[in-house]
């Protein structure tokens, strides 16, 4: 398997809730910052929510009220918890973990979990 991999995913109606999971393996989990972005079709991935190896949350301002971001580093795991769907979240969730290296700065990500809110 990849390093990261979503779970989650799925349909649901509008104002319902769905939580995603990323778990991790083959990295330093507690080394890395962790996050979220989303991918609609035909439009780039954007940054959803980012939680970093000390902690600390960044929520785009458009699900902020609405999805949380945690972290269980025993678990190797990130979670997106997602309130309030609308159908504009609708998109691929993909999970990517930023590390550094001696040689630089690197991400990885995650294959994407489907969500679909329905209207």
């Known amino acids: 398997q990849v390093p990261l991999v979503e779970s989650g995913g799925g349909l649901v109606q509008a104002g319902g809730s769905l939580r995603l999971s990323c778990v991790a393996s083959g990295i330093i989990f507690k080394n890395h910052d962790m996050g979220w972005y989303y991918q609609a079709p035909g439009k780039q991935r954007e940054l959803v929510a980012v939680?970093?190896?000390?902690?600390?949350?960044n929520i785009a301002d458009s699900v902020k009220g609405r999805f949380a971001i945690s972290r269980d580093n025993a678990k190797n795991t990130v979670y997106l918890q997602m309130n309030s769907l609308k159908p504009e979240d609708t998109a691929v969730y993909y999970c990517?973990?930023?590390?550094?290296?001696?040689?630089?700065?690197?991400?990885?990500w995650g294959q994407g979990t489907q969500v679909t809110v329905s209207s």
């Open positions: 939680i970093t190896r000390g902690g600390i949350t």
């Open positions: 990517y973990a930023h590390g550094t290296s001696w040689s630089g700065p690197y991400d990885f």
